[in-house]
């Protein structure tokens, strides 16, 4: 769980799992959203967690575009890489086939090698190179916010370091079943999500700051 706080707030936001808040002054909510993009330790606006340690900019993901997130990223790919070499470590058969190929590979390479007039050298090619070489990525052509909403959920597993996910204005974009179906996935996966919106939208349980700046509680389940 996180907890968000700032100068309107008589206590902190708790973020647990997938959490919806919002904030019905505009000024307000623009000034939050400014904070969250340009976050610091030591701003006003503060997130940190159950043992009151803040949280970095870097362990914060902001996303106000859906579809044009980009979820490659050289920190993903090479978990990624790393996982298909351990899949393939338990693949003894398989991981045989690939290392006499690779070995094949360098022999033919080195052949060449001694052909040529310059004295010339090369590092033997491992598993993750071949990986590299095969360009072995994520596949993110969703084309509906829905699919892509499940894609960066999954993708956010491979953020080792990131403590919490955070969308912008993107609930107006589901159906009622659509969204209960993004909350239990984000509940399945054990992560905590806070969904920013300057509006509400029905059907569902919120924190509300209102032009008044008292935060309540609206219940009212999907």
Not at 205 to 217: E, G, P, T, V
Request: include cysteine; charged fraction near 25%.
């Amino acid at each position: 769980m996180i907890n968000m706080n700032f100068r309107l707030l008589d206590q902190p936001l708790k973020i647990n799992k997938a959490t919806s808040f919002v904030i019905e002054d505009i000024e307000v909510f623009r000034r939050i959203i400014e904070k969250l993009y340009h976050y610091s330790d030591d701003d006003e606006l503060k997130l940190y967690d159950n043992n009151f340690q803040k949280l970095k900019k870097n362990e914060i993901i902001l996303i106000s575009d859906i579809l044009n997130f980009s979820l490659i990223t050289s920190q993903v790919l090479k978990l990624i890489h790393e996982e298909i070499q351990d899949q393939l470590n338990e693949n003894p058969q398989t991981k045989s086939n690939l290392d006499n190929l690779l070995i094949q590979l360098a022999g033919l390479v080195e052949t060449e090698l001694l052909e040529h007039i310059l004295d010339l050298t090369y590092t033997p090619m491992t598993l993750i190179d071949l990986l590299k070489a095969l360009k072995v990525t994520i596949d993110s052509n969703s084309e509906s916010i829905y699919d892509k909403m499940f894609d960066i959920v999954q993708w956010y597993k491979y953020q080792p370091k990131t403590k919490i996910l955070i969308f912008v204005n993107s609930l107006i974009y589901f159906s009622d079943e659509q969204l209960k179906n993004v909350f239990e996935f984000i509940e399945l996966n054990q992560i905590d999500v806070l969904f920013l919106d300057a509006l509400p939208r029905e059907n569902i349980n919120h924190y509300i700051l209102d032009n008044d700046y008292f935060l309540c509680i609206e219940n009212d389940i999907i």
